[in-house]
């Protein structure tokens, strides 16, 4: 497996645009995981999904930030419209259980910009 | 509000030195783990601890859980240039939720 691929892996926008980011789990994994990464906050869960289901949304930091996972193969961060504070890396992450006692694979992430 | 807290946050060291970092909780987990992430990628495991008490060596690296599983700590002897990179302990009972890291620097 070609591992959690990202795309795109950086972004640049300007305000107000809707940025859309892309994920691909590793095959079989039935969890998936949206984080931001920054200096200032760190790495933030965002959402994660079960078998295509969101579990958890209560990271997501406003209405302005929305995520999908049509099937087991692929989900979608969208942020509409972006402000320059989203600013971000941006990580996808797969697993077999949400539990840390199993190993999460990230993805290279997405580094985002908004000006 | 950091579930986990991780300190030091900064750390710039020189080689051959030795270290450790921290990773506190005030709440128990029935493991944790810690992730090692290098400029432009993502995090990658290095280990998992399950048992309270636990130690696990990894070449240089030893990492110990808390008797009470709730703080685990990452000691690296003799460090070397490549162990540069943002240090990251992990746990969730029923998510996988991040510390903000520790940024290890090994200077030449």
């Known amino acids: 497996d070609a591992g959690v691929i990202q795309s795109p892996r950086h972004e640049v926008t300007e305000m107000g645009q809707e940025v859309t980011l892309r994920c691909k789990p590793i095959?079989?994994?039935?969890?998936l995981f949206w984080y931001r990464q920054t200096m200032m906050r760190g790495l933030e869960l965002l959402i994660y999904?079960?078998?295509?289901?969101?579990?958890?949304d209560s990271g997501m930091p406003e209405d302005r930030f929305s995520a999908k996972m049509p099937n087991a193969s692929f989900s979608t961060l969208k942020i509409q419209p972006s402000e320059p504070r989203d600013s971000a890396v941006y990580f996808c992450?797969?697993?077999?259980?949400?539990?840390?006692?199993?190993?999460?694979?990230f993805g290279q992430g997405t580094r985002l910009t908004v000006v | 509000t950091q579930l986990l807290e991780q300190s030091p946050q900064f750390l710039s060291i020189q080689e051959g030195e030795n270290l450790t970092v921290y990773c506190n909780s005030s709440?128990?987990?029935?493991?944790l783990q810690w992730y090692r992430q290098e400029p432009g990628e993502g995090p990658v495991l290095l280990v998992t601890?399950?048992?309270?008490?636990e130690v696990k060596k990894l070449k240089r690296l030893t990492f110990q859980f808390g008797d009470a599983r709730k703080d685990s700590s990452l000691h690296i002897t003799a460090a070397q240039t490549g162990d540069t990179g943002l240090y990251l302990c992990?746990?969730?009972?029923?998510?996988?939720?991040f510390g903000a890291g520790t940024r290890l620097t090994v200077k030449p």
């Open positions: 992450a797969s697993s077999s259980s949400p539990r840390s006692n199993t190993e999460a694979f």
């Open positions: 601890v399950v048992t309270g008490g």
């Open positions: 095959s079989g994994h039935d969890y």
């Open positions: 709440s128990v987990f029935s493991s």
């Open positions: 992990a746990g969730g009972n029923n998510d996988m939720r």
């Open positions: 999904f079960n078998n295509n289901v969101p579990i958890d």
